[in-house]
């Protein structure tokens, strides 16, 4: 049996051969959304050296995905895609045009240029040439969720952010989900000095680490040959984060492992050893837990710090699906100590997701930024071009509550300050103050402080296009956890408002409140009252 027969016979009953009739960069396959997930194998001298997924057209096109064949040549270049549509033709061209055609893509947010986008990845901040890298979960062949692969993008100002080529693609051990990157500055693990390490979760039957390194400043990446490096023996073990030890000179890593996070240690990124566990009868449990992060922080105002844990969690959230819950204590290099039993969300907006902070910030910065969206719809907001946007990226530390309690302090970083408007909240006596963000339709969104009850509740209800999903309309309430002796008559907020998006986060760095809206028309009137 030839190759081509032996896959032809895995492939499902109904199958289309199709070869590019001709030279070009790119084969063009149509999508419309919704249409079943079909398969499709890329065979290139009887081999098969690629395959994807895609929600073929079969009665309409919602738009179009190019697959690049510029490194093929044609003639023995084929694709078997296990579909009858009559709507796969030989499409070949040199030109895509990318060009935005979304009215709510951000105008300051990351966004990919093509495609879905889950969590922010591998973000780290390079001395040597000032940029921050962010790579982010995609998927280059459609705007929902599929194909995971590491997309890339930089920025000198974390405004602007230059769209790069993809970084890591799926392999033989499977796709490429969530993980994180370091600089080795010290050559640890013999990929050489400042290679970029990035560790990632292979996800094919099972779950396992990969690295993969980059010699050119993080543009492209190697696989390791000896992966996968960390395995284990259940489902859900993924999304390690890579943190240095001071210390002892050694790596760690913190990965989600069903309900817990697994810690391990390394000298060298390749061989690890396990060292504990953290999480049994500890904060939220509702759903799995995903992409941890650990981040030793300042307590604002004194000389010390305290360890946190960031550890996102879906379902179980606050407010439905997907929220970022933290634990605040101590790390010794072995064992994560938590202060507290009960979960502490870092975000009472319901679209702040899969936080994550960059690796080697300059002058001590904590930055982080979250994905900003929530799987109960994410696949389902109404964009198509691309799905989905980063937040802001924000700056972290921790501050004392009246009761004593470390919380999470959360600011703009202060590149983005500049974008946002600031606004004072005072209610009259015995009254509730307000602020409503609208468009000339009529469309509004409302944040209302209630100073009585000392809380903020956001209602996206009437800001726009909401019924794509149940779980998209309505209300987030979050109490505000003051200092001792902060003056609770009022508050001050600094609002940040993109095509698709508002972002409001406390003058005083206590909180901050990240949600979607989908307005017909761009909000751009304020009314306080
Ligand atoms: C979180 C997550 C991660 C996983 C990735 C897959 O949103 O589920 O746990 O690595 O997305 O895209």
């Known amino acids: 049996m030839t190759l081509l027969c032996a896959l032809l016979s895995l492939s499902a009953a109904a199958t289309t051969l199709i070869r590019p009739s001709k030279q070009a960069h790119y084969f063009v396959f149509p999508i419309q959304e919704n249409a079943p997930t079909i398969r499709v194998r890329v065979v290139y001298e009887n081999r098969e050296v690629d395959h994807f997924n895609i929600m073929l057209a079969r009665t309409g096109v919602d738009y179009t995905v190019p697959y690049d064949i510029s490194r093929y040549d044609v003639r023995n270049l084929l694709f078997i895609v296990d579909s009858d549509s009559k709507m796969l033709t030989d499409n070949t061209t040199d030109e895509f045009d990318m060009s935005n055609t979304e009215m709510y893509r951000?105008?300051?947010?990351?966004?990919?240029?093509?495609?879905?986008?889950?969590?922010?990845?591998?973000?780290?901040?390079?001395?040597?040439?000032?940029l921050w890298h962010l790579y982010y979960q995609c998927n280059p062949y459609g705007s929902k969720w599929e194909n995971m692969t590491w997309g890339?993008?930089?920025?000198?100002?974390?405004?602007?952010?230059e769209h790069q080529p993809m970084a890591i693609r799926p392999d033989g051990l499977?796709?490429?989900?969530s993980g994180s990157a370091v600089i080795d500055h010290d050559n640890t693990a013999g990929f050489g000095r400042d290679a970029v390490i990035a560790m990632y979760t292979s996800a094919?039957?099972?779950?396992?680490q990969s690295i993969a390194y980059s010699t050119d400043g993080g543009i492209t990446f190697t696989?390791?040959?000896?992966?996968?490096?960390?395995?284990?023996d259940i489902p859900d073990f993924r999304d390690p984060k890579i943190f240095r030890n001071e210390q002892t000179g050694e790596w760690n890593v913190a990965l989600a492992a069903g309900q817990e996070v697994r810690y391990y240690a390394s000298r060298n990124l390749k061989d690890w050893r396990y060292l504990s566990s953290f999480g049994k009868g500890y904060g939220s449990h509702g759903g799995v837990w995903e992409c941890p992060d650990m981040i030793e922080l300042p307590v604002r105002g004194t000389d010390k710090t305290k360890w946190v844990l960031l550890l996102n969690?879906?379902?179980?959230?606050?407010?439905?699906?997907?929220?970022?819950?933290?634990?605040?204590g101590d790390w010794d290099g072995q064992t994560f100590r938590c202060d507290h039993r009960g979960a502490r969300w870092m975000d009472y907006g319901k679209d702040h997701y899969a936080t994550v902070s960059f690796a080697?910030?300059?002058?001590?910065?904590?930055?982080?930024?979250?994905?900003?969206?929530?799987?109960?719809?994410?696949?389902?907001?109404?964009?198509?071009?691309?799905?989905?946007?980063?937040?802001?990226?924000?700056?972290i530390d921790l501050y004392e509550d009246k009761n004593g309690e470390?919380?999470?302090?959360?600011?703009?970083?202060?590149?983005?300050?500049?974008?946002?408007?600031?606004?004072?909240?005072?209610?009259?006596?015995?009254?509730?103050?307000?602020?409503?963000?609208?468009?000339?339709?009529?469309?509004?969104?409302?944040?209302t402080y209630d100073k009585h009850h000392q809380t903020l509740t956001f209602d996206r209800t009437e800001s726009g296009q909401t019924a794509f999903s149940k779980h998209f309309p309505g209300k987030v309430k979050m109490p505000i956890f003051p200092r001792k002796g902060d003056n609770m008559d009022q508050v001050t907020i600094d609002v940040f408002v993109d095509n698709c998006s508002v972002e409001i986060f406390d003058a005083d760095g206590r909180f901050a409140l990240t949600n979607l809206i989908f307005p017909n028309e761009p909000m751009c009137n304020y009314h306080v009252e």
């Not at 240029?113 to 990845?121: A, F, K, Q, V």
């Not at 339709?441 to 409302?446: N, Y």
Request: hydrophobic letters at 35%; charged letters at 15%; aromatic letters at 10%.
């Open 204 to 208: 094919g039957e099972a779950q396992t």
């Open 360 to 395: 080697g910030a300059p002058d001590n910065r904590h930055v982080v930024i979250a994905w900003m969206s929530n799987w109960l719809y994410a696949n389902d907001v109404p964009t198509m071009q691309y799905r989905s946007a980063n937040s802001l990226p924000r700056e």
């Open 106 to 130: 951000p105008a300051y947010h990351h966004t990919p240029s093509y495609g879905w986008m889950n969590d922010p990845n591998g973000m780290y901040y390079d001395p040597a040439t000032k």
């Open 174 to 177: 499977g796709t490429i989900f």
């Open 152 to 161: 890339h993008s930089t920025s000198a100002d974390l405004i602007h952010w």
């Open 313 to 328: 969690i879906n379902p179980g959230g606050p407010f439905g699906g997907s929220a970022t819950q933290y634990f605040v």
């Open 406 to 447: 470390l919380r999470i302090g959360v600011r703009p970083a202060k590149e983005v300050m500049k974008l946002g408007k600031r606004f004072t909240l005072k209610p009259k006596k015995g009254k509730t103050a307000t602020i409503e963000i609208s468009n000339n339709s009529g469309e509004v969104a409302t944040l």
């Open 223 to 232: 696989p390791y040959a000896g992966n996968p490096v960390l395995r284990a």
